[in-house]
């Protein structure tokens, strides 16, 4: 599909990703509030691209429109939680876009941020996708009900082929 288009360094982000992730699975549980805290699950929603990074994509013989579906998974980790409420993250960003188009687009995001304890939240790290590397830029609220988490998060991520704003949101559950 990307026939020399997806680099070396895709594939390692991927692996380092997974293997990251799972390495923060096995973290040792604390009481509530005093330590990590598990709030990974499934994202979905869609993504805008600018005609620079669809002129490019259509150069590695990729057609797409303007608007592609995102699927895939967040890996968040709550490592701090202070007194006021606000709770310091990471969180890494797995998603495949434009499969609603016959197309796969990996990309992984790498984000450190904060959030209120009303639920506002906002965070930026890198991106690694198929047209290279961007800085991602994201912000929202997570709504809760009871254990069960809904986060609504835009995200814009400048780069060299073009801009990209996503629209994402999932849900989660809290797990100590």
């Known amino acids: 599909m990307f026939s020399g288009f997806a680099s070396r360094s895709m594939l390692l ?5 997974l293997t990251l992730a799972t390495t923060a699975r096995a973290q040792t549980v604390v009481p509530h509030g005093l330590g990590p805290v ?4 499934p994202r979905f929603g869609m993504t ?12 590695h013989d990729i057609e797409v429109g303007r608007v592609i ?6 890996f968040e980790k709550r490592f701090y939680a202070g007194p006021s409420g606000l709770t310091a993250l990471n969180e890494w960003v797995v998603l495949l876009g434009g499969l609603d188009q ?3 687009l990996p990309s992984v995001t790498w984000l450190a941020g904060l ?18 590397v961007g800085l991602a830029i994201a912000a929202g609220t997570t709504f809760r009900a009871g254990a069960l988490n ?20 999932g849900f989660n559950m809290r797990r100590w």
């Open 13 to 17: 982000a991927v692996a380092l990703t």
């Open 38 to 41: 598990s709030l990974s699950g």
């Open 48 to 59: 805008f691209l600018n005609q620079t990074i669809l002129d490019t994509l259509a150069e």
């Open 69 to 74: 579906t995102q699927f895939g998974w967040q």
């Open 102 to 104: 016959g197309v796969a």
């Open 115 to 132: 959030r209120t304890k009303e639920g506002a939240e906002i965070g930026i790290g890198p991106n690694i996708n198929p047209l290279g």
């Open 150 to 169: 809904i986060p609504v998060n835009i995200a814009m991520v400048p780069s060299k082929s073009g801009v990209r704003v996503s629209f994402l949101t």
